[in-house]
């Protein structure tokens, strides 16, 4: 990367209020204690979604079906081993379910699930749930010098400039950042921000989207590292769970 693109990354930041403001304008993986929410997302063969939202030692099971209804379940929950909690329903703390996380997804749901406000316990879903879809983007040491490092946000969309149907966000690890993808609700209004908002600001706006993204089809890439953005110059096409791409000056624009 050059000074142009240095530079570039110095003004990126203002651009984002654009993006975020024209086109609109949380949670980690791993939960346990506090009063950080951390939000799972997965859906199953059906169509139904479930999202587990733990906060401290409570924790809040929503399931949404395809007809638009849904059923929660809440109770006290406990951080296992190997990212499993095992969740006590208020309504019944001996029915206990065991719920299974990897990343910010649901592997498996064990255990009939109680419903808060009574009524028949619902039956879990059998087998491996779909978590949302990943990106994995590689080749991110050597810009390391120029701000592309620590907290980054994914973005993708089907169009420019920029719309996005699906983000994320996840901690650049050395060459590489993996990040979950969630839906960006349609009836989102991207018009709430006064200002122009922090990386932290987007990040958190990002732990408030329910649903995992399990789309399938080509889209541009965003990536936001602290010290600015980059737009993949052609779509990326997104047909397996997780997608790698690479980070380099033929496939990003840094200006």
Same mark, same amino acid.
Request: with cysteine; proline share 5%; hydrophobic share 35%.
């Given at each position: &990367?050059n @000074? @142009?693109?240095?530079?570039y990354?110095?003004? %990126? %930041? *203002?651009l984002l209020?654009?993006?975020?403001?024209?086109?609109?304008?949380?949670?980690?993986?791993?939960?346990?204690?506090?009063?950080? #929410?951390y939000?799972?997302?997965?859906?199953d063969?059906?169509?139904? #979604?479930?999202? *587990?939202?733990?906060?401290?030692?409570s924790?809040e $099971?929503?399931?949404k079906?395809p007809?638009?209804?849904? +059923?929660?379940?809440t109770?006290?929950?406990?951080?296992?081993?190997g990212?499993?909690y095992t *969740?006590?329903?208020?309504g019944?703390?001996d029915?206990?379910?065991t719920v299974?996380?990897s990343?910010?997804?649901?592997? /498996?749901i064990? /255990?009939?699930?109680?419903p808060?406000?009574?009524g028949d316990?619902?039956?879990p879903?059998?087998? +491996? $749930?779909?978590?949302?879809k990943?990106?994995?983007?590689?080749g991110l040491?050597?810009?390391? +010098?120029y701000g !592309? @490092?620590?907290?980054?946000?994914v973005?993708?969309? =089907?169009? *420019?400039?920029?719309?996005?149907?699906?983000a994320g966000y996840?901690?650049i690890?050395g060459?590489?950042?993996?990040?979950? $993808?969630? =839906?960006?609700? =349609?009836?989102?209004?991207?018009n709430?921000?006064?200002e122009?908002?922090? $990386?932290?600001?987007? !990040?958190?706006?990002? @732990?408030g989207?329910p649903?995992a993204? #399990?789309?399938?089809?080509s889209?541009?890439? &965003?990536l936001?590292?602290?010290a600015? &953005?980059?737009t993949?110059?052609?779509?990326? =096409?997104?047909?397996?769970a997780n997608?790698t791409v690479?980070f380099?000056?033929?496939?990003?624009?840094f200006?």
């Open positions: &990367m @000074k @142009k693109h240095s530079l990354f110095g003004v %990126a %930041a *203002l209020a654009a993006i975020f403001t024209l086109a609109g304008c949380g949670d980690d993986g791993g939960g346990g204690g506090g009063t950080t #929410t939000i799972y997302t997965s859906s063969a059906a169509g139904n #979604t479930y999202i *587990l939202a733990v906060t401290g030692d924790y $099971l929503t399931i079906y007809n638009g209804t849904e +059923q929660k379940s109770g006290g929950a406990v951080l296992g081993e990212g499993a *969740l006590a329903p208020s019944n703390p029915a206990t379910i299974g996380t990343g910010n997804g649901i592997g /498996g064990t /255990g009939p699930i109680t808060d406000g009574g316990p619902i039956t879903p059998t087998g +491996q $749930l779909d978590p949302a990943t990106i994995t983007i590689t040491a050597p810009y390391a +010098q !592309v @490092k620590g907290n980054a946000v973005t993708l969309y =089907s169009s *420019l400039p920029y719309y996005p149907i699906a996840a901690n690890s060459d590489t950042v993996e990040a979950a $993808l969630k =839906s960006v609700p =349609s009836d989102f209004d991207f709430d921000f006064d122009e908002p922090s $990386l932290a600001e987007v !990040v958190n706006l990002i @732990k989207f649903d993204w #399990t789309g399938s089809d889209y541009y890439v &965003m936001w590292a602290n600015g &953005m980059a993949s110059y052609n779509k990326i =096409s997104f047909t397996t997608t690479e380099s000056e033929s496939n990003f624009d200006d």
